[in-house]
């Protein structure tokens, strides 16, 4: 799932990857050594949980990026003139 929500459906994938990589952990723990993968469960975890994070960053970014051109397209003379 970690990689399908980087490549497919990125938020929802993403949300996935994190709830099936925890359930996955906590069943590895429960089994005292009887089932392996932790490391695929961790890695799904990581890819996942940076997954999540980097759409948050690219979604402020959407936001404040507007923002920021309405700023510069307003205040942009003052700004440029200022500067000796």
């Not at 459906?9 to 996955?24: D, E, F, L, S």
């Not at 429960?30 to 949980?49: E, M, P, V, W």
């Amino acid at each position: 799932m970690g990689i399908l929500g980087w490549t497919l459906i990125p938020i929802v994938g993403a949300i996935i990857a994190v709830i099936t990589g925890h359930i996955a952990k906590k069943d590895i723990r429960q089994s005292n050594g009887l089932l392996g993968g932790d490391g695929i469960a961790t890695a799904g975890l990581i890819l996942g949980y940076s997954n999540l994070v980097l759409g948050l960053c690219a979604c402020l970014a959407l936001l404040l990026f507007p923002a920021l051109l309405a700023g510069v397209w307003t205040f942009g003379d003052k700004i440029f003139n200022a500067i000796p």
